[in-house]
Nanobody, 126 residues
């Protein structure tokens, strides 16, 4: 059974950093492509970053390139999102998501992900 639990959200000042974690309690983590999405107030949920099952491939939304880094530790069944140089517009609920590595469709499309965490709030003050 897959259960994704995010942690690490909170309040940060503009220019600061936060690291989000997402732990999977199941046994299939190594076979998942993992993604991070976010939803700001009044907006639709949007893609932030993704990482392949091996960690060998990553991709980012243009808005976070150069500031955010996604990584994973398959031994710990955990995916991370290191967020640096935070901006007020990064304020959102952040969700981690998982899909089997063989899943079709674009990894930046939320509908292709099968499993979701409950979300963690990130608030960046100016």
């Amino acid at each position: 059974q897959v259960q994704l639990v995010e942690s690490g959200g909170g309040l940060a000042q503009a220019g600061g950093s936060l690291r989000l974690s997402c732990a999977d309690s199941g046994r299939s983590f190594r076979s998942f492509t993992m993604g991070w999405f976010r939803q700001a107030p009044g907006k639709e949920r949007s893609f932030v970053a993704a990482i392949t099952w091996s960690g060998g491939g990553t991709d980012y939304a243009d808005s976070v390139k150069g500031r955010f880094t996604i990584s994973r530790d398959n031994a710990k069944n955990t995916v991370y999102l290191q967020m640096n140089s935070l901006k007020p517009e990064d304020t959102a609920v952040y969700y981690c998501a998982a899909r089997e590595f063989y899943s079709g469709g674009d990894y930046y499309t939320e509908g292709t992900y099968r499993y979701w965490g409950q979300g963690t709030q990130v608030t960046v003050s100016s």
